[in-house]
T-cell receptor, first 111, second 115 residues
Framework: DQQVKQNSPSLSVQEGRISILNCDYT??????FLWYKKYPAEGPTFLIS?????DKNEDGRFTVFLNKSAKHLSLHIVPSQPGDSAVYFC??????????FGKGITLSVRP | GAGVSQSPSNKVTEKGKDVELRCDPI?????LYWYRQSLGQGLEFLIY????????KSGLPSDRFSAERTGGSVSTLTIQRTQQEDSAVYLC?????????????FGPGTRLTVT
């Protein structure tokens, strides 16, 4: 039973446009959500996070939105750049401190 | 080194052999985590360590998998009698403490191929 779902395996976006990466979760005990970025042959690196007490967190070109009632979060990248091309993992954690990851989405930003 | 390191980076082994994967966490990080990423799948949690003890082994897929950590630093993940379904990238991460598990730093992974 997947508790964190990234239903789209890939997304292709034109450089300069907005990328929207979606993530859904089922466990209502999750209270902290993160996005990780992964390049080939490298480990995932932390990108941005959001606590369940907030509905938005912004860091430069990256904004994460959380809709707790819908158990949905999204990562917006504006403007998208070719260097953003990578696999993006959504992750969630709760009281047990264990990170639960989604399957990831491959973002391709076309020059 | 400054980051989490793992060795080997690639390992090809024959079905039935045992393998050992090594992780060197960031110096001073007391929490260490092992994950597995199979083809087309997300990161699957295997086990974590707080110091040298492993409070949660629930993610280990079978009793062929074991892990240990000594001196609060290096950890080894051992897979006995490897099977083809064990082929995956094994990732290690560390965080300052378990309480800061939301801030995990990952190594580059070990790609294991069982033939």
């Amino acid at each position: 039973d997947q508790q964190v779902k990234q239903n789209s395996p890939s997304l292709s976006v034109q450089e300069g446009r907005i990328s929207i990466l979606n993530c859904d979760y089922t466990n209502s005990m999750f209270d902290y959500f993160l996005w990780y970025k992964k390049y080939p042959a490298e480990g995932p690196t932390f990108l941005i996070s959001i606590s369940s007490i907030k509905d938005k967190n912004e860091d430069g070109r990256f904004t994460v939105f959380l809709n707790k009632s819908a158990k949905h979060l999204s990562l917006h990248i504006v403007p998208s750049q070719p260097g953003d091309s990578a696999v993006y993992f959504c992750a969630a954690t709760g009281a047990n401190s264990k990170l639960t990851f989604g399957k990831g989405i491959t973002l391709s930003v076309r020059p | 080194g400054a980051g989490v390191s793992q060795s080997p980076s690639n390992k090809v082994t024959e079905k039935g052999k045992d393998v050992e994967l090594r992780c060197d966490p960031i110096s001073g990080h007391t929490a260490l985590y092992w994950y597995r990423q199979s083809l087309g799948q997300g990161l699957e949690f295997l086990i974590y360590f707080q110091g040298n003890s492993a409070p949660d082994k629930s993610g280990l897929p079978s009793d062929r998998f074991s892990a240990e950590r000594t001196g609060g630093s290096v950890s080894t993940l051992t897979i006995q009698r490897t099977q083809q379904e064990d082929s995956a990238v094994y990732l290690c991460a560390s965080s300052l403490t378990v309480a800061s598990s939301y801030e995990q730093y990952f190594g580059p992974g070990t790609r294991l191929t069982v033939t």
